[in-house]
């Protein structure tokens, strides 16, 4: 057991976890952040991404004990005071999700795109998407949706640094 | 409350009620759930296609760290129940017995021979590694073609591989004529066009992967499952492990899309629930992305051999289909029902005179296969409109034109096809012409002609498809005469609380579909209350007892019209407290836009002042009882077709065989829209699961059938980076089927964009003497087949490696 201490959705927890422990097991077996999602096995799907300091990562894809220092953001802690993130409004507003398994990892990831890259073209969009998988939207309007939060000017507004 | 001024909700782009929680992670997904004291459950799977289990030994896998106990078939009594086939095509149907956990022999990699229950999923998983299970391999059926000549028997008890032949004939049936002798006459003085096309398996791939909990705690016992069907779910569990219907609740809570995959009855969720009972503890069980590969069912997976007899101007005389479809090593639930499902739909949108259908089903040692988005119908669709090309080509004419010298035309419905179908509504034309416009189909064509002309290396192909599907599952007589084991009846219960808000409760179970929103649209116009103040609720065999859960594009259609019966039940309650509380006669009062009002008056009450009125009881008519709650179960009289055009432009690079899509337009008549946006989401993400079929997926197993596409890796779902914006449109001619109008969409894009794609494909090399390209259509497919002429190859080969051999590469 490794002791771990770090910052997760602007909150401070500290845990002793084993060293073979997913970032994303933590958040959602030892944390309760269940907002954020496992799809896969190998990384590929992309619905686990969160931002380890204020960048976008797949939590899968990193040890527990690797994030410890580290500011954690997830899909659960964008919204502030309940007012949802840019990037979150724009994805209802553009109906960029269904069944809204893959969304948190979207949101995530869109938000991380934006952040380097505030007005992307439809090309950068796609790309910049291309490690989060999803099943229900044909990505039409999930583009629209990073396409509305880039043209109201969202990329910075409660993302992590 | 004042509901006088609600403006109409159906119609209204509404922003859906669903996506607050699940765009903040508020969710509510099954793998969520804990439970005090719940274990979680590891699967020991088998590794062989087919073999005898000699032994197993589970001593390492019980001294475990944590384990609480290692069960396997054999520990098990009738108690662990079956998997059921709810579909026996024939009455002969050869059906293997399908226990969920077998002990004496595997039929496919990936059954399961043993479970581990273990303090936590990381315990039970380790200690499922130390389970030792010795096997006695035994040749596997694997190829289609051969079981179904039964080289290798799947199940050597049963003796064959062929599982049942359904045989559907217009001449037998009296809907039309003798397709053979069509066929004959053609060949003697008209067109005769043969086809064989290859269905490829294909796995559904939903995103959430399939999840179950069951807790035996208190006096129901509940299980918690990512399923499409609750409802069928409990009626399943009761007649198949002894325990009644009343003391089981099936809840599907959040679930995270299904496409058809998730309408099954699994080995995971029977374990589940008996080990469950067995230990009295609530147990959890969450499969990883692989084991959704391996064993949750795959879709399609046929052979196609199509005979079209046309008269020399092209006018179609008969059309034979005889199907080979795979079942995978075990007779699903709706299981052989998929290809009937599809027989008929392959006249699609035309006047055939003749038709004749026949489908062997087969048993082999794959995963089984069941329902994947269209279930039959993109079958159907897929050799229609790819051999109307063919034919087109054959008589020299534009497929467009082959296609309207063939359709039923607008002014000839209701039209009833060779099939016995009675199509209500519907305008080809329409949708043709809108969608041509919107391609800019003429001067596509002219650039596909100048490039051919100038020898571009990269070829323009424009693909059409002219669908039609039937939607709305299903008139429960249609379904008896099929010998389906169930109806296609759908349930609702609308009730008016004290205050005045509305809950609507829906026996179809929403997975990604909007229901939340798009009936809260149907109930605030009916019932004249703001759309905010209608909750839906599902997905739980306790809030919603009666209903027969979501697939084959049936929520709205059935559920959809259920909903509006129980809500004008409930004006019709309303009425005589109404006109008692107002003192006037029943036959003065008016209700619109949620109120109630005595005619030639301004005296009246609002349907909330009502609800509350009624829940005071003070002054109620005499014998009028105290509730306005109204249930109403609907059966739908006939399906619903949808149509629509579909136009596709795809450049292919002749010298690398590189395709890229140019442009996809398509017009899809679902009748009436609840809401716009919901149905353009239904359209994209069932055209990119239509478009993957044409291009990238592929279920590939090695040839000793073990599955090489069993992860993310292998198995090639398409991302932001492969797609393309579609330009999607509707014309409108509302069914007559139901009072809302609507045909139901969310099938709609799978079926009809596969076709399209290959045949733009087809037509960007056909000058190089192709006429078939094999799906999907690899880049090396298309490479080999401009060279060759043929089809491109099959997939045969195993999965490439991942990583270079040591000294190889870089």
Known sequence: MTRITLTVDGAQVSDDVEPRLLLVQYLRERLGKTGTVIGCDTSNCGACTVHLNGTSVKSCNVLAVQADGGEVTTVEGLAQDGRLHPVQEAFRECHGLQCGFCTPGMIMQSIDLLNTNPSPSEDEIREGLEGNLCRCTGYHNIVRAVQHAASHGSSTAGATS | MTATEVENEIGRDRRRKEDQRLITGRTRWTDNIVLPGMLHLAMVRSPFAHANITSIDTSAAKAAPNVVTVLTGSDFGEELGVCINAWPITPDQVTPGHSPMPSDRVAFAGEIVAVVVARSAAEARDAAELVDVEYDELPAALDLKKAAADETIAHP????????????????????????????????????????????????????????????????????????????????????????????????????????????????????????????????????????????????????????????????????????????????????????????????????????????????????????????????????????????????????????????????????????????????????????????????????????????????????????????LAPSRVLGTLDYGAGGWEHANVRMTPLGKVEVVTGASAHGQGHETAFSQIVADRLGVPFEDVEVLHGDTQVAPRGLDTYGSRSLVVGGEAVVRAADKVIEKAKPIAAHLLEASIDDIDFAAGRFSVRGTDQGLGIAEIATAVFAAHNLPDGVEPTLDSDAAYDPVNFSFPHGTHLCAMEVDTETGALTMRKYVCVDDIGTIINPLIVAGQVHGGLVQGIAQALWEEAVYDDSGTLVSGSFVDYLLPTAADTITFDIDHTTSPSTTNSLGTKGVGEAGTIASTPAVVNAVVDAVRHFGVNDIQMPCTPERVWRAIRTGGKGGATTEAAMPHFEAEGEGA
């Not at chain 2, 409802?231 to 058809?260: N, Q, W, Y």
Request: aromatic share 10%; proline share 4%.
């Open chain 2, 157 to 472: 008890d049963l003796g064959t591989n062929k599982s049942a032949y359904w045989v559907f004939d217009s001449a037998e049936a009296g809907t039309g004529g003798s397709a053979d002798e069509a066929i004959a006459k053609a060949r003697t003085d008209g067109i005769v066009i043969e086809r064989e096309y290859r269905q490829q398996r294909l796995i559904p791939a939903f995103m959430e992967p399939r999840s179950v909990v069951v807790d035996p705690t208190g006096e129901q016992y509940v299980m918690y499952s990512a399923t499409q069907i609750p409802h069928i779910v409990r009626f399943a569990l009761a007649a198949t492990t002894g325990v009644p219907e009343s003391k089981i609740r099936v809840i599907a809570p959040d679930v995270g899309g299904g496409f058809g995959g998730k309408l099954q009855v699994t080995p995971e969720e029977w374990i589940a629930w008996a080990v469950g009972r067995r230990l009295g503890k609530p147990v959890k069980y969450t499969e990883t992305r692989s084991e959704s590969l391996l064993s949750g069912h795959h879709g399609r997976d046929q052979w196609q051999k199509l005979t079209l007899s046309a008269e020399k101007d092209g006018t179609v005389t008969g059309f034979k289909v005889e199907l080979l479809a795979d079942l995978g090593a075990y007779v699903a639930i709706v299981g052989g029902g998929v290809p009937v499902l599809g027989a008929f739909m392959f006249n699609a949108i035309y006047k055939f005179p003749a038709y004749h259908f026949a489908v062997q089903t087969v048993l082999t040692n794959k995963t089984w296969t069941d329902a994947y988005r269209g279930a039959g119908r993109p079958e159907a669709t897929y050799a229609i409109e790819r051999i109307m090309d063919e034919l087109a080509v054959e008589v020299g004419v534009d497929p467009l034109e082959i296609r309207e010298k063939n359709w039923i035309k607008h002014e000839e419905f209701p039209f009833t096809t060779v099939c016995g179908l009675e199509y209500d509504t519907g305008n080809y034309e329409a949708a043709t012409a809108k969608a041509k416009e919107m391609f800019g189909y003429d001067a596509l064509r002219a650039e596909q002609q100048q490039r051919r002309d100038s020898g571009d290396p990269v070829q323009l192909g424009i693909g059409i498809s002219t669908f039609t599907e039937m939607c709305g």
